[in-house]
């Protein structure tokens, strides 16, 4: 009896101890170790802080107290500092804004540049005497005139620009194709001369207003001889080009509605 009672006291304190114990365990937690293997979300849960993460930085979130969460850090992304933005400038000005602007082929320094033409080389109506079949062009170099052959004796005639000395040729060909705008693509005997002379030309140049091609051409035969506008009208009546004909861009124009292809042309 004295046994049993004994047992009982000692089962009726049990619940007691383990609960100061309990109490006493949790009354302060203890420091979490964490590996520094461990990824920052791992951290954040288990309520530490990290000083210094891979690739990541941290902000305070709203309402959360002291708790950080991490952002990702675009490094690659970030703009360039001010300071380098007037050289990059710099740079494409060079590349793309002060180019030296190309050489006016038709221009040659030293010389006055003449800026209308004679009277006589404006276009007219003219009684021309000739076996010719109307439609038919006859240039005549000498006196630097284009002849389109009309009916009843008249012709009309354009002034033109002819080859300069040591150019100078004449033959029969036909037309053979005609263009609008051509682009100009001068051999390369023309290039080599004229490099000998301090003009350089350029391998390739598109149609437009600078062209010294002008608004239109005519070729003759296989020949590389045209009958062409120009970027540079004072010039007509003179003897000036390689052995093309050239032509005031409005004449040639009206020149080019007149004649079809395979108009024959005799160069005298």
């Not at 101890?17 to 365990?25: E, H, L, P, Q, V």
């Not at 490099?195 to 239109?216: C, I, T």
Request: charged share 20%; proline share 9%; with cysteine.
């Amino acid at each position: 009896m004295l046994k049993k009672s004994v047992l009982l006291a000692v089962i009726a304190s049990l619940p007691l101890a383990f609960s100061a114990t309990a109490n006493d365990r949790y009354q302060s937690r203890p420091p979490v170790m964490v590996s520094p293997d461990l990824s920052a979300a791992w951290v954040l849960q288990l309520g530490g802080v990290p000083t210094q993460t891979r690739g990541y930085a941290t902000r305070p979130v709203a309402n959360a107290g002291r708790q950080m969460v991490p952002v990702y850090r675009q490094q690659a992304m970030q703009p360039q500092p001010a300071r380098q933005r007037p050289l990059v400038q710099q740079q494409r000005r060079v590349l793309f804004g002060q180019q030296p602007a190309a050489q006016q082929v038709a221009m040659r320094p030293n010389k006055p540049v003449r800026t209308q033409i004679e009277p006589q080389f404006l276009p007219q109506m003219v009684e021309y005497q000739t076996k010719e079949k109307p439609g038919t062009i006859v240039i005549d170099t000498r006196q630097r005139f284009l002849y389109l052959v009309m009916a009843d004796g008249m012709a009309k005639r354009y002034g033109v620009g002819v080859g300069k000395p040591g150019f100078e040729w004449a033959g029969t060909h036909k037309v053979t194709a005609k263009r609008e705008w051509p682009s100009w693509n001068p051999p390369q005997e023309m290039i080599a001369r004229e490099a000998a002379k301090g003009h350089y030309l350029p391998a390739s140049m598109e149609g437009g207003p600078d062209n010294p091609l002008g608004a239109r051409a005519m070729y003759l035969g296989s020949t590389l001889y045209r009958i062409h506008g120009t970027n540079a009208p004072w010039s007509i009546g003179n003897g000036v080009s390689s052995g093309c004909i050239r032509m005031r861009n409005e004449d040639v124009t009206d020149l080019y509605e007149r004649v079809p292809v395979g108009t024959k042309v005799i160069v005298i």
